[in-house]
Nanobody
Framework: QVQLVESGGGLVQAGGSLRLSCAAS????????VGWYRQAPGKQRELVAT???????NYADSVKGRFTISRDNAKNTVYLQMNSLKPEDTAVYYC?????????????WGQGTQVTVSS
């Protein structure tokens, strides 16, 4: 099977930076759209930044100009550089990928990594 493992979360002061990583492992025969989502307490999960199937990037308006998504295809890893963090960025951040495993294309999610921004 396939696993997505996030890392890089933590506690940071407002204005600070964090870099999240998401590494995919297992029986991977292709990776399509990949990206980051987040869920704050009491709120729905929302898109943060993604690579579309065509390779373009898509960002939530709230993070444009502050967050940058990137990927290393050789390592099956996607990153999220988060700068100028705000308390409202506090959430659990999840990695998502549309991955062709040994059977077919499926959506996979990581376990999430907590990001806490203090004011």
């Amino acid at each position: 099977q396939v696993q997505l493992v996030e890392s890089g979360g933590g506690l940071v002061q407002a204005g600070g930076s964090l870099r999240l990583s998401c590494a995919a492992s297992g029986s991977i025969f292709g990776i399509n759209a990949v990206g980051w989502y987040r869920q704050a307490p009491g709120k729905q999960r929302e898109l943060v930044a993604t690579f579309t199937s065509g390779g373009s990037t898509n960002y939530a308006d709230s993070v444009k100009g502050r967050f940058t998504i990137s990927r290393d295809n050789a390592k099956n890893t996607v990153y999220l550089q988060m700068n100028s963090l705000k308390p409202e960025d506090t959430a659990v951040y999840y990695c998502n990928g549309r991955i062709h495993d040994s059977t077919w294309w499926r959506d996979y999610w990581g376990q999430g990594t907590q990001v806490t921004v203090s004011s």
